[in-house]
């Protein structure tokens, strides 16, 4: 896991879909959710990052591996042991 970096936020469904963007539910995911006419609402999917190889991690998984590769940059509130966006740049 020593070279294991988180890329960006995703979202991932029950059937195990992912949807990829810079931050969670921003202009890039809707756009792909529209793309894909998806009728189960967004928000009831799971938040969480994916790494360099497309792996989802949650959002306490990505928090320690983001850590671990000095990803963190700065802190936000609500963060500690959670992964934001806003951890990362």
Same mark, same amino acid.
């Given at each position: 896991? =020593?070279?294991? /970096?988180? &890329?960006?936020?995703?979202?991932?469904?029950?059937?195990? /879909?992912?949807? +990829?963007?810079?931050?969670?539910?921003?202009?890039?995911?809707?756009?792909? #959710? =529209?793309?894909?006419? +998806? #009728?189960?609402?967004?928000?009831?999917? %799971?938040? @969480?990052?994916?790494?360099?190889?497309?792996?989802?991690? =949650? /959002?306490? %998984?990505?928090? &320690?591996?983001?850590?671990?590769?000095?990803?963190?940059?700065? /802190?936000?509130?609500?963060?500690? @042991? &959670? #992964?934001?966006?806003?951890?990362?740049?």
């Amino acid at each position: 896991m =020593s070279n294991t /970096r988180i &890329v960006c936020a995703a979202i991932r469904d029950n059937a195990g /879909r992912i949807i +990829c963007g810079p931050r969670h539910y921003d202009l890039t995911m809707h756009k792909t #959710l =529209s793309y894909m006419h +998806c #009728l189960q609402p967004p928000k009831l999917w %799971e938040q @969480g990052f994916i790494d360099q190889n497309g792996k989802f991690y =949650s /959002r306490k %998984e990505a928090f &320690v591996i983001a850590s671990a590769a000095g990803q963190i940059i700065r /802190r936000c509130g609500g963060d500690d @042991g &959670v #992964l934001y966006s806003e951890n990362l740049y």
